[in-house]
T-cell receptor, first 111, second 115 residues
């Protein structure tokens, strides 16, 4: 089976930097994904890591360490619109490459 | 709009009734996924299709749930004899084989309320 853990809630200030951590256990790791989900809306893709290291995309960066079963999503220059849930998901090659999601981290950005 | 679409967006039904949801994936995507999401939780995998073949089905999926993708394009998810515990958001996603197959595109979801 798979186990994915991420904090339930985080609060940060507009303009600041926030790091959302995710740890996972899986038998056939085949990639880690971060999705953003605003309340009542569908998840939207943010980033994908399959090799160790940092992937940067604008204000968002995602890091992966496969040996540690660890990833983080880094959000810079926070804006109010970044208030949303951030979902960590792992793809398992032993399970049809389906995605298993963590419970999500609800980020609240305050002025 | 060429994204994933789902119909209906909202459904209220009485316990014991059957409901059917539809998902239209992005046209060139041959993989289609169904997820269920309850408030405050991440999406939970239900089943997925590659073209018309149902390749994976969650062990958590009861026999009251059935999904089809008869022509490899749109898909339907039927829940028979609904229970209050079935109340959730049902999300559909699609992706394509090939280099960009890692990204799943989600539809807006169907919110089911069982009273």
């Amino acid at each position: 089976g798979q186990n994915i853990d991420q904090p339930t809630e985080m609060t940060a200030t507009e303009g600041a930097i926030v790091q959302i951590n995710c740890t996972y256990q899986t038998s056939g790791f085949n990639g880690l994904f971060w999705y953003q989900q605003h309340a009542g809306e569908a998840p939207t893709f943010l980033s994908y890591n399959v090799l160790d290291g940092l992937e940067e995309k604008g204000r968002f960066s995602s890091f992966l360490s496969r040996s540690k079963g660890y990833s983080y999503l880094l959000l810079k220059e926070l804006q109010m619109k970044d208030s949303a849930s951030y979902l960590c998901a792992v793809r398992d090659s032993n399970a049809g490459n389906m995605l298993t999601f963590g419970g999500g981290t609800r980020l609240m950005v305050k002025p | 709009d060429t994204g994933v679409s789902q119909d209906p967006r909202h459904k209220i039904t009485k316990r014991g009734q059957n409901v059917t949801f539809r998902c239209d994936p992005i046209s060139e995507h041959n993989r289609l996924y169904w997820y269920r999401q309850t408030l405050g939780q991440g999406p939970e995998f239900l089943t997925y299709f590659q073209n018309e073949a149902q390749l994976e089905k969650s062990r958590l999926l009861s026999d009251r749930f059935s999904a089809e993708r008869p022509k490899g394009s749109f898909s339907t998810l039927e829940i028979q004899r609904t229970e209050q515990g079935d109340s959730a958001m049902y999300l559909c996603a699609s992706s394509s084989l090939g280099q960009s197959s890692y990204e799943q595109y989600f539809g807006p979801g169907t919110r089911l309320t069982v009273t």
